[in-house]
């Protein structure tokens, strides 16, 4: 069966739903087997679509309403556990991004309806996107408005990278990640909106300013913790640093802002774009031909953005900060680190340790996010001044 067939077939079957319903068959134990019976031989095409290439070509030039009924199969397939193998929801999770890119569609499934009271102005603006205030239900949520300031080209690139950051980051389900509601395209005309829990307490840094830095060996853990989730799940996140932290209101971190988080194989992770964060970046990033590689996010690379971070919570300034961009590139790419942070509260030599495998000039030396975690685990207990940790959190 072809993509176009499998589509028709898909339609049949939500037509087939939606007459059970007016007709209260929905109890029904034969209409019941019989649907679970087509649950199945529909879950084995999707898989076998996974791994033919000449299906996939074909599925990734669907359009228009095939392309979305598409999507949303998929993404209910996804939703509802029906990829009992790990590597086939990363596969369907790859299908779903490709074919979103190709046809400038997303699955129904992430938009949501019912957000209100949006603030006039934006409390926040960066890059491509502004931050604003609302509700939805009877909680503040946070609303990441994609600005159309750009024509043509431009404007097509970052609607992508929009997508791309939606569907990755709707996944996610952990502690130390900032949650993802959903999508709103109601709050502006012709405009869509990531909507997440609005966090009062704001970035790490900022609390760390006004409150102190007495949690910041905690704060570092769940970071790491969090990281390690994404790791988990073949995600790197791309630009990690304390602004892309928050603090919700139980007092944790959690990891934000997942416009650069890409898949961790040897070819999703390829790309010409270098944005980022640059006194963050990894020595590989900055000048990968000089490292016989191409430019790659890696796992590697956000441990040692990981380092940088520890550095910035801290001192409140990421390392070389106090020079401008290009010296401090110049420093990184030669294998300078900066020192030891000297101020209160003193840096363990434990975590500066820790930093300092971080920042391996070859990524193959620097410790992956697990180990990081455990070695935070070490150090934060022998800290009595240190807030109890939370548990060890490990969600697949």
């Not at 556990?81 to 979103?100: D, E, M, P, T, Y």
């Not at 900022?206 to 913790?225: C, M, P, S, T, W």
């Not at 409140?316 to 020079?323: A, E, L, M, N, V």
Request: glycine fraction near 6%; aromatic fraction near 8%.
């Amino acid at each position: 069966m072809g993509a176009t067939d499998l589509v028709e077939s898909l339609e049949t079957r939500k037509n087939l739903l939606e007459l059970s319903v007016n007709l209260n068959l929905e109890s029904d134990p034969i209409f019941l087997s019989a649907l679970r019976a087509d649950e199945e031989r529909i879950t084995k095409l999707l898989v076998s679509i996974l791994y033919s290439e000449s299906v996939e070509d074909a599925v990734l030039r669907l359009e228009g309403d095939s392309a979305q009924v598409f999507l949303d199969v998929v993404q209910d397939a996804l939703d509802r556990g029906l990829f009992v193998a790990q590597k086939h929801r990363w596969k369907a999770r790859r299908l779903i991004r490709k074919l979103s890119e190709a046809c400038d569609m997303l699955p129904s499934a992430l938009f949501i309806t019912g957000v209100r009271g949006r603030a006039e102005h934006p409390v926040f603006g960066g890059g491509y996107g502004d931050i604003y205030c609302a509700s939805y239900g009877n909680e503040a949520v946070a609303l990441k408005h994609l600005r159309h300031c750009l024509r043509g080209s431009g404007q097509r690139r970052v609607r992508l990278k929009f997508c791309r950051e939606a569907l990755v980051w709707r996944d996610w389900h952990h502690p130390n990640i900032l949650s993802f509601i959903g999508i709103d395209r109601e709050s502006f005309p012709s405009s869509l909106c990531m909507v997440s829990p609005w966090m009062e307490h704001g970035t790490v840094l900022k609390y760390l300013e006004q409150h102190g830095r007495g949690n910041v060996d905690k704060f570092l853990y769940e970071i790491a913790q969090g990281l390690r989730y994404l790791h988990s799940c073949n995600i790197v996140h791309g630009d990690l640093r304390g602004s892309n932290v928050l603090i919700n209101e139980d007092r944790s971190a959690c990891l934000a802002d997942f416009g650069l988080s890409v898949f961790s194989n040897a070819t999703s992770t390829r790309s010409s774009t270098r944005a980022g964060s640059l006194y963050w970046l990894a020595p590989e990033l900055i000048y990968p031909e000089r490292f016989g590689c191409k430019f790659a996010r890696t796992p590697a690379t956000d441990v040692y953005a990981f380092g940088c971070v520890c550095v910035e919570l801290y001192t409140g300034r990421p390392p070389f900060s106090d020079i401008p961009e290009p010296a401090a590139l110049l420093k990184t790419i030669s294998g300078e680190r900066v020192g030891r942070p000297s101020g209160a509260p003193a840096m363990s030599d434990t975590l500066w340790q820790q930093i300092t495998v971080c920042w391996e000039e070859n990524p193959a030396n620097r410790p992956a996010a697990r180990l990081v975690v455990n070695n935070m685990v070490k150090l934060t207990s022998k800290r009595s001044s240190v807030c109890r940790l939370p548990p060890m959190l490990f969600v697949l």
